[in-house]
């Protein structure tokens, strides 16, 4: 039998559930996408771009401020880099980015400690060792450059031309004011012969104490060490660029003495700028012939507010540096070396130092294969001549008078005036200064201090510490009230003429100093009843310069020449 059977489904929910789940997913699809997007991009941004723009802003940085202290300071890119780590910027793993005690971060990678080691984040990636890189790069380059570098960096750093990226070394060199300073290790040739390679070492132990110093007392950072040249080096204590500086003084006037309203005030602002204008117009002039600026050579540094604190600190900067080399304990070691003084003692480190003021042109010396940045100046080779003079005189330190007259009254108040002279190379008439210097008998191991000590010395500067500071007392120790007063009465007779009057004041004033050297007694134990020992005690603690200007007079037959005018001149070097 034929049959049929008839069925009727409703899938009308099926359908709708479907529905709504296709259209559930196609909305969660993007989602997901964009989600996962999103955490690809955290790790580039992580891993790549944040390390990119952290090389971007130290490049920045150093364009900006090619002088700037080394640091890999980038908290938005630490703080994406360790997010969610519980990790800051300080981390005490092996091979990570520190900050050191100053606040000052250092680079302590360690190329060699990542591999196998999961903690090493820092460096672990290509990106993080081309941070490393460029910081090191222009840390490099600040180190070796220096002040008269910092130009050179930032105009090659933000430069282009076209589409590539261009480096000239050779660029325009800028008319600054600055003090300059010489210092010489006394005897090298001895060291050298003796020595050999290890002479590297005693350059070094040196270098750091000189460095350390004029870093330190360079007021706002100004002061750097341009060269180092074997046995010397070249100190810069920078000013400012001629232009900056005219500009600031002009600005400092016009403001001082602006009146307030008025047609009259309008017009005289109108005529101090026109006059600010011209200067800047000489300025530009000459820095295109690349000569020194004619305002350069008129402007009195006096008009520049705290230039007294500045040059004192500047002085203070090497008379600190004699301290140190004959406190430091690495270098009155060498004393100790038996291939510089048999074992006994008899020959120890000592220096002389330059200084002179003035402008210099600032700048690179050189071409595409080898480039120096350094100073051109009459007052660099004048500072030079003053280092060498200190040979004549048996002094430690000799500074012109350009230097001498911008210190403060206590300042000036220790400096003697020791000659007025012409140097070999110039035809300028100037009086040359000393600080009396003495090592031994100052002890100036006693008086050692930390190195937070001595910033907060520095920082804290006053004009009484040329009276008080423990440093500057012990190494004048030898020079008494009527030794000044003998002396100087010896110099007025000299410049005077009346030569066998001032040969007999510095004789006396010799006897002075060899008699209070005696009571002082920190010869004494060295003395004994030989006549050769009592000479040689005489020989080591009579005043130098006192001597150097009676044996000039008594080279002339003791008699001042017709045309004597109170000065004569320095032939050699």
Not at 22 to 30: I, R
Not at 207 to 223: I, N
Not at 398 to 423: F, G
Not at 488 to 512: H, L, Q, R, T, V
Request: proline content about 2%; aromatic content about 10%; some cysteine.
């Amino acid at each position: 039998t034929a049959f049929a059977i008839s069925a009727s489904f409703n899938y009308t929910h099926a359908v709708r559930q479907g529905s709504i789940m296709s259209f559930v997913l196609q909305l969660l699809l993007p989602l997901i996408i964009i989600g996962s997007l999103k955490v690809l991009r955290a790790d580039a941004v992580n891993l790549v771009l944040g390390s990119l723009r952290s090389m971007l802003r130290i490049v920045a940085r150093y364009a900006k401020n090619p002088l700037a202290q080394s640091s890999i300071d980038d908290d938005d890119y630490y703080n994406n880099r360790h997010h969610g780590t519980g990790r800051g910027r300080n981390t005490s793993d092996s091979g990570s980015y520190a900050s050191s005690a100053d606040g000052s971060d250092t680079d302590d990678y360690d190329g060699d400690n990542d591999e196998g080691d999961n903690n090493n984040i820092a460096g672990a990636y290509e990106t993080e060792q081309l941070v490393t890189a460029v910081s090191k790069i222009t840390d490099l380059l600040r180190k070796c450059w220096g002040v008269a570098g910092a130009d050179i960096i930032s105009t090659n750093l933000a430069s282009r031309n076209g589409d590539f990226e261009v480096f000239n070394p050779t660029v325009p060199g800028k008319n600054v004011f600055a003090l300059f300073a010489f210092a010489k290790i006394c005897d090298f040739d001895h060291a050298l012969k003796n020595l050999g390679g290890d002479v590297m070492i005693l350059i070094n132990d040196v270098a750091d104490v000189v460095h350390g110093e004029v870093f330190r007392w360079g007021f706002g950072d100004s002061g750097q060490c341009n060269k180092n040249l074997g046995a010397s080096f070249f100190m810069v204590f920078r000013i400012g660029s001629v232009k900056d500086t005219v500009e600031k003084l002009d600005e400092a006037t016009r403001v001082v003495f602006s009146t307030a309203g008025g047609r009259k005030a309008s017009i005289k602002k109108r005529s101090r700028r026109s006059r600010v204008s011209l200067a800047y117009s000489r300025v530009s002039s000459t820095d295109t012939n690349n000569s020194p600026m004619e305002s350069a050579r008129q402007l009195s540094l006096l008009r520049i507010p705290g230039i007294q604190t500045f040059t004192d600190r500047a002085v203070i900067g090497m008379l600190k540096s004699f301290a140190g080399i004959h406190r430091d304990n690495q270098l009155r070691a060498w004393s100790r070396d038996f291939r510089l003084s048999a074992g006994v003692g008899t020959w120890s480190v000592d220096m002389i130092f330059g200084m002179d003021a003035g402008w210099a042109v600032e700048g690179a010396v050189g071409s595409e294969y080898k480039i120096d940045a350094t100073y051109l100046s009459p007052h660099v080779n004048m500072a030079a001549r003053m280092m060498s003079a200190c040979k004549h005189y048996g002094v430690n330190i000799l500074v012109s008078e350009a230097v001498q007259e911008l210190m403060s009254e206590p300042a000036k108040n220790k400096m003697r005036n020791l000659d007025r002279v012409t140097v070999k190379g110039s035809s300028q008439v100037q009086n040359v200064y000393t600080y009396d210097t003495r090592s031994r008998g100052a002890d100036f191991f006693l008086h050692n201090v930390t190195d937070a000590q001595a910033e907060d010395q520095a920082r804290s500067y006053e004009p009484s510490i040329w009276d008080n500071d423990a440093d500057l007392k012990a190494m004048r120790h030898h020079v008494t009230e009527d030794f000044d007063l003998e002396f100087m009465a010896g110099m007025k007779y000299y410049y005077d003429g009346d030569w066998p009057a001032a040969i007999e004041k510095f004789e006396s004033a010799n006897e002075i100093m060899v008699t209070a050297a005696m009571e002082e007694g920190y010869l004494h134990d060295e003395m004994d009843d030989s006549p050769d020992r009592k000479e040689l005690y005489r020989h080591e603690t009579y005043d130098r310069p006192s001597r150097y200007l009676i044996n000039f007079m008594k080279s002339k037959g003791s008699k001042a020449p017709e045309d004597w005018d109170g000065w004569h001149p320095l032939l050699s070097k």
